[in-house]
């Protein structure tokens, strides 16, 4: 069982800056890609951010030059750096993981429990 805890969500003013982390626990025998999506009201839930395991990534291109996505393999955490955010930004943001929990599985997707980005004045 894979575990994805989030943090660093919260109410920001337009234009400031938050950072969200998530860290992964439990039976990972390899990961391919962790990242962020996110969900506001009445909308489908959307790519914000990923990155793989070799470091590649991709961003909405909504967020492209405002946020930062990062990862560190070695302790499995992956981290989104939010600068410049706008009042449209506001939704609840889910950490994701795409992994294997052993050598025999196939790849699975593995969700966090969301945390709420408010962008408001």
């Known amino acids: 069982q894979v575990q994805l805890v989030e943090s660093g969500g919260g109410l920001v003013q337009p234009g400031g800056s938050l950072r969200l982390s998530c860290a992964a626990s439990?039976?990972?025998?390899?990961?391919?890609?962790m990242g962020w999506y996110r969900q506001a009201p009445g909308k489908q839930r959307e790519l914000v951010a990923a990155?793989?395991?070799?470091?590649?990534?991709n961003y909405a291109d909504s967020v492209k030059g405002r946020f930062t996505i990062s990862r560190d393999n070695a302790k499995n955490t992956v981290s989104l750096q939010m600068n410049s955010l706008k009042p449209e930004d506001t939704a609840v943001y889910y950490c994701?993981?795409?992994?294997?929990?052993?050598?025999?599985?196939?790849?699975?997707?593995?969700w966090g429990q969301g945390t709420q980005v408010t962008v408001s004045s």
């Open positions: 994701n993981l795409e992994g294997r929990p052993y050598s025999d599985f196939p790849e699975y997707d593995y």
């Open positions: 439990g039976s990972i025998f390899s990961i391919y890609a």
């Open positions: 990155v793989t395991s070799g470091g590649s990534t």
